[in-house]
Nanobody
Framework: VQLQASGGGLVQAGGSLRLSCAAS??????YAWFRQAPGKEREFVAA????????YYADSVKGRFTISRDRAKRALYLQMTSLKPEDTAVYYC????????????????????WGQGTLVTVSS
């Protein structure tokens, strides 16, 4: 599986941005977004399962970010609104191709494939 993230950039606080992740290769069971701020560990942002159902969100982004996917295009998206300076980070898309256990979704080690990351900078 190859993942290619794009869409990052500089935005003012309160603004919006949409990230995209193009996937190729074998079918995956779950897609996710993670982020890593300078000097911090990578953290879970959101996940969505291939089989459907409600997406999963980190509390810090719930109500502001929306994860979605386009099956035909094999694309993953992260719509980010009401952005805050603390959302500044490199955002990574990730995928897992095996059975999914929801309690493990926030763990970056749970994912098999990673994109290269795209930088989001939110200015105050």
């Amino acid at each position: 599986v190859q993942l290619q993230a794009s869409g990052g950039g500089l935005v003012q606080a309160g603004g919006s941005l949409r990230l995209s992740c193009a996937a190729s290769g074998r079918t995956v069971d779950i897609y996710a977004w993670f982020r890593q701020a300078p000097g911090k560990e990578r953290e879970f942002v959101a996940a969505i399962m291939r089989s459907g159902g409600s997406p999963y969100y980190a509390d810090s982004v719930k109500g502001r970010f929306t994860i979605s996917r386009d099956r035909a295009k094999r694309a993953l998206y992260l719509q980010m609104t009401s952005l805050k300076p603390e959302d500044t980070a490199v955002y990574y898309c990730a995928a897992r191709v095996n059975r999914v256990i929801p309690m493990y979704l926030p763990m970056d080690a749970y994912y098999d494939y990673w994109g290269q990351g795209t930088l989001v900078t939110v200015s105050s």
